[in-house]
């Protein structure tokens, strides 16, 4: 909504934009940006760029010669049916250093805090590449060893609940 925002004003200011289409180089005065070339073989100059790539951070950074330190995570997730549904109880929002829990209408969304993550470790966080990732997909076998043995640990209460679903989505 943000984004969607921004654009909208920069429209009504006389701002073009134009979107599917890839940069393929940054055209640089020294150590300044000062325009771009795309694709379709279009060259733009500008009197600023803006990089607002997002998980392609990293990628636009190297183009410029920057070392960016955006880190393309994934959040384990899964949907818990709880096996006593009792009324009138509110479900309190979890939140543990590991990972985090709420309710999510009849459920319960349980999701890896970012807190644990070990960004040297591939299952956890990577350099990928966005456009290589897929949007959904199942849960790591070691992530679900993981979130047993913290339901275990802290809300014994959820370790008989059925698994509703599980996702992986990348942050």
Known sequence: ?????????????????KTGIKVTELIKDEDRVKGLKTDDGS???FDIVVD???????????MAGIDVPIWHTKAEAFFLSPPIKREGYTFPVIKYPAFYGL?????????KSHLS?????????????????PQTGGTDEYFIDF????????????ADSGLSSCNRIWW
């Open 1 to 17: 909504m943000i984004s969607n925002t921004f654009v909208k004003k920069m429209q009504a200011n006389g701002g073009i934009v």
């Open 43 to 45: 060259e733009y100059e």
């Open 52 to 62: 607002c790539t997002g998980p392609w951070s990293r990628f636009t950074g190297e």
């Open 103 to 111: 309710k999510a209408g009849d459920n319960v969304f349980i999701c």
């Open 117 to 133: 993550m070990n960004l040297d470790d591939p299952r956890h966080a990577g350099q990928w590449n966005p456009d290589e990732l």
């Open 147 to 158: 979130l047993f043995d913290q339901m275990d640990t802290y809300i014994l209460e959820l």
